[in-house]
């Protein structure tokens, strides 16, 4: 296929208003799920409550200040981590913006979830909205990928090999793009092993489940947190959801190549099928004066006239 034949152009203007709408969709989405979502309740008592329940416990068991400090650090440590368990305490906008970008793409882990009937309600409307702009923005910079691949393997075959090398363009560029998209699937189990300690087959998994929106949610990265005391692991951390970004694009760049095979498959098939179609009425042509030779003239002459009636029509469907 020629290149003057590819709808596909490139448009830089267009590519940067559909990432900008992206990710103005993803920052807004993330911040109004923060706010519905980490104000819901108060699961501690009031402060007087909780001194006249210290005063109770120290006069009735004469326990030390010391060890009342201790008790209440405890307690206080075990429902810290009962409230993360139940997502009250980690609804922060880093989070919620790895939220909001499950939910986009489709992936939904479900390590998180809004748990306020305002927060479901926006997820329902959010989702309207955002999935289908995640799609146009993919399938955007997917086309652009697969094109500027397309581009740059004519242009080695040219400057390198001084001539283009036949076969389909398109074929050349899902090989590549597929071969990409294999290379980053690698290097994300490659990052995950050293982020969340997992072997090399459970991070092709858990990256190969994600970018293909699968997202079983069994395997997530650092759990969903985007933070974390190491500098170092949370710098990994965010860069693997760019990684996962990244691939969801190269995978929408596969699809389109696949695409624009079939679509090339079925243009050489209309282009041939003329040629074929009138080679076999020819050979029923040349069949027929065989049978028709022995039987009467007129009956002759109308299965004639039939089938070369039949030539003429498909003679103008070429034309």
């Not at 306020?116 to 990928?145: D, E, K, R």
Request: net charge neutral; charged share 20%.
């Amino acid at each position: 296929m020629d290149e003057t034949d590819n709808p596909i152009r490139f448009e830089p203007k267009s590519l940067s208003i559909k990432i900008v709408i992206g990710i103005l969709v993803l920052l807004v989405g993330a911040a109004v799920f923060m706010e519905l979502e980490r104000t819901k309740g108060d699961p501690t008592p009031k402060k007087s409550d909780a001194t006249k329940l210290k005063e109770s416990l120290a006069e009735k068991y004469n326990i030390s200040v010391t060890d009342l400090r201790q008790l209440e650090t405890a307690i206080g440590q075990e429902a810290a981590e009962k409230e993360d368990a139940k997502g009250l305490n980690r609804w922060t906008y880093g989070n919620s913006v790895f939220f909001a970008f499950t939910i986009m793409t489709t992936i939904g882990y479900g390590h998180m979830s809004p748990q306020t009937w305002q927060g479901q309600l926006f997820c329902i409307f959010y989702s309207l909205i955002a999935i289908p702009v995640a799609g146009i923005m993919l399938l955007s910079v997917g086309n652009h990928v697969s094109l500027a691949i397309r581009v740059f393997i004519r242009f080695l075959e040219r400057t390198c090999l001084s001539s283009v090398r036949s076969g389909s363009a398109e074929f050349k560029s899902f090989f590549v793009t597929f071969l990409l998209m294999v290379l980053m699937i690698f290097f994300g189990a490659i990052l995950t092993s050293h982020t969340d300690g997992w072997t090399f087959i459970e991070g092709c998994y858990f990256t190969f489940i994600s970018v293909s929106t699968i997202g079983f949610g069994d395997y997530v990265v650092n759990d969903g947190e985007l933070k974390s005391t190491n500098h170092a692991k949370t710098f990994a951390v965010n860069f693997t959801i760019v990684l996962i970004t990244v691939g969801l694009c190269v995978v929408s760049s596969v699809l389109c190549s696949v695409s624009a095979i079939i679509e090339e498959r079925q243009k050489r098939m209309r282009m041939q099928l003329p040629d074929s179609a009138t080679n076999a009425l020819n050979a029923a042509n040349l069949a027929l004066n065989t049978v028709t030779s022995n039987l009467p003239l007129r009956l002759s002459t109308r299965a004639k006239n039939a089938v070369d009636s039949a030539v003429v029509e498909t003679r103008k469907g070429e034309i």
